[in-house]
């Protein structure tokens, strides 16, 4: 029985996800990197959280070794007020908006400190 249960705590607390969380001072900008922009006619947004100020975005681009670019789609924000925020980030195609595939959706913790 002892070991039944140490198997199902080693399984419960494998399936819980580790996030980490990234720390930034007030005011601070930071910089969050997403690939696959452009990939199939898909981009990437974000939803506009008012306490999370986006200072610029862009899109970088590598030459791969079969010749082809990918490209990365480069946030630069900076925060307004203290707090733990969830950015969400949605990869969508200009022609079908309101399509959103789970694998297109992109979740980062960061939190924002004196």
């Known amino acids: 029985m002892k ?3 140490i198997v199902l705590w080693i399984l419960i607390f494998s399936s819980v996800s580790c996030k980490s969380t990234q720390s930034y001072s007030l005011g601070e900008e930071f910089k969050i990197s997403l690939e696959g922009e452009g990939d199939g006619g898909f981009g990437w947004n974000m939803e506009k959280i008012p306490e999370i100020q986006i200072v610029d975005s862009t899109n970088l681009g590598k030459e791969k070794e079969n010749g082809l670019y990918q490209y990365s789609k480069v946030y630069t924000l900076k925060g307004l007020s ?11 195609r200009s022609f079908q908006p309101n399509l959103i595939l789970d694998e297109n959706r992109k979740q980062i913790e960061i939190k924002i400190k004196k």
């Open 3 to 5: 070991s039944y249960c």
């Open 82 to 92: 203290r707090g733990t925020y969830s950015l969400r980030f949605n990869k969508i």
